[in-house]
């Protein structure tokens, strides 16, 4: 069974940063697309990034763009997301996610990031 | 990237089916087959259900199926079951080279 374990969340002030990370268990995970996908607290899901299979190709949400950086290291098979300037609408639980066509699947169990003062 | 539009909240008693919306636009669900759908059980990680509108990933009960008309895509459950009350959420890909999400929608097994 596929197992994605995201590492890295935490309580973080407001205009500091974070660097997450996701290690993947499978043997494909150089031939797959990746993505970040949160959730706010008690809310709904939002897409955050997605990076190719070399990581020559990387995608953002309008709301990160400028201060998200999503990358990957094939040979240690993780994903990782840097943030920075981080606000408190960056509060949320964060799933490193397989793209399965254009679709999310599987995902991890999610790492919490926490901007507060 | 406007999120895609879903009802709250449906319930239906066991054995019943129940049909979950999810309304776009031009620019996400009406121009691609690529809606998905996800079922998260509290406290879970999200779990595919439905890929490209109406595809079943191995493992997914059958009483699962998807469809697409227009901008807006359905989710239909039957037979319901206690075990498949969780929240629902669709996706889709966009014309922005992004992806968006329904707010979620509730399902309650009565």
Known sequence: EVQLVESGGGLVQPGGSLRLSCADSGFIFSSLWMHWVRQLPGKGLAWVSCINIDGSVTRYADSVKGRFTISRDNAKNTLYLQMNSLGAEDTAVYFCVRASSMAFDPWGQGTLVTVSS | QSALTQPASVSGSPGQSITISCTGTSSDVGVYNYVSWYQQLPG????????????????????????????????????????DEADYYCSSYTISTAWVFGGGTKLTVL
């Open chain 2, 44 to 83: 879970k990680a999200p779990k595919l259900v439905i890929s490209d509108v109406s595809s079943r990933p191995s493992g997914v009960s059958n009483r699962f199926s998807g469809s697409k008309s227009g901008n807006t895509a359905s989710l239909t459950i039957s037979g319901l079951q206690a075990e």
